[in-house]
């Protein structure tokens, strides 16, 4: 039942994208929002971390302002601006595998630090570790390329957001102008 649902799901994301008459500004909106709200909610509910909830709901909105300057960025490419849409997925993917390969979730004997190591699997969530610590102090380092995945596609998108954030800070009617479908600037009558 999944797959269908994920089917359907990039189906109406892909309409979306190609629907002329929505505004830019909606299109991220809509297609951002859902991911953020359900990583809000299972912080909030299930693990009760309403603190953090709201950090991730407040970075969201920076990241939301920063992607759609990002958008009206008039001198970028048009690489550059779908650049943030590829490295933010990919850098939160390889996040995920980083502080998951430990896997302390499973038994500890079934953990890949005490069965091939015969360490101890720890995991830091920020910046993104996990490594096999043995009893002398050693370390073995777990996921390393995915870690310098994450750093290459955090530091990239933090430079594409950046130049979003700036972007609006230099003409902030430019974020108005993302959620309007009709192209007339601001100070002009209807």
Sequence with gaps: MTGPLAVLAGALAL???????????????????????????????????????????AVYVVVLVALNGLIGHPRLPAWARAAAFVTIPVAAAAWLLVVTADDTAKDPGEDPCSMRYGGVGVSKAFPPQAYCLYEDGGTHNLAAGAQFVFWVCFFSSLLLLAAGLWEVARDPGRLVRQFRTDPRPLDEPP
């Design 15 to 57: 309409g979306l994208l190609v629907h002329p008459r929505i505004a830019h500004g909606v299109k991220v909106l809509v297609l951002t929002a859902p991911p953020v709200a359900g990583v809000a909610w299972l912080l909030d509910e299930v693990f009760g971390r309403l603190g953090v909830a709201l950090t991730v709901v």
